[in-house]
């Protein structure tokens, strides 16, 4: 039969969970740093040109008009806008979203809120 001492079986175990811990700590720092570059602003250098929207009738008294919103897709943007919306919350108010500039790399919309 062997003998083993429990302050070494301990030390066994502290390496075994400090090697663990390491492991998961590089996988959650890969996993933000992907997350990371994902999220890439989409830039043009020609804005692109909304289409012509018949405004509807309103359909109550709680919803707003959502004029001018555009949406990355790929790496250009798509028309999202020209329709009615109820705000999330009494009291909301629509924030037009904006095209701004960012030299040298171009536009790029900054949505409503």
């Given at each position: 039969?062997?003998?083993?001492?429990?302050?070494?079986?301990?030390?066994?175990?502290?390496?075994?969970?400090?090697?663990?811990?390491?492991?998961?700590?590089?996988?959650?720092?890969?996993?933000?740093?992907?997350?990371?570059?994902?999220?890439?602003?989409?830039?043009?250098?020609?804005?692109?040109?909304?289409?012509?929207?018949?405004?509807?009738?309103?359909?109550?008294?709680?919803?707003?008009?959502?004029?001018d919103?555009?949406?990355?897709?790929?790496?250009?943007?798509?028309?999202?806008?020209?329709?009615?919306?109820t705000?999330?919350?009494?009291?909301?108010?629509?924030?037009?979203?904006?095209?701004?500039?960012?030299?040298?790399?171009?536009?790029?919309?900054?949505?409503?809120?």
């Amino acid at each position: 039969m062997i003998h083993v001492d429990k302050s070494d079986f301990l030390k066994v175990k502290f390496w075994k969970m400090k090697k663990a811990i390491i492991k998961v700590s590089v996988l959650i720092f890969i996993l933000c740093a992907v997350a990371i570059g994902a999220s890439a602003q989409i830039y043009v250098h020609v804005r692109p040109v909304a289409p012509v929207i018949v405004r509807s009738e309103r359909p109550s008294e709680a919803h707003i008009w959502i004029g001018d919103e555009w949406e990355p897709k790929g790496n250009a943007y798509r028309y999202s806008g020209g329709r009615w919306a109820t705000p999330p919350h009494h009291g909301y108010a629509w924030v037009p979203g904006r095209w701004d500039h960012h030299n040298p790399d171009g536009d790029y919309w900054r949505r409503g809120t």
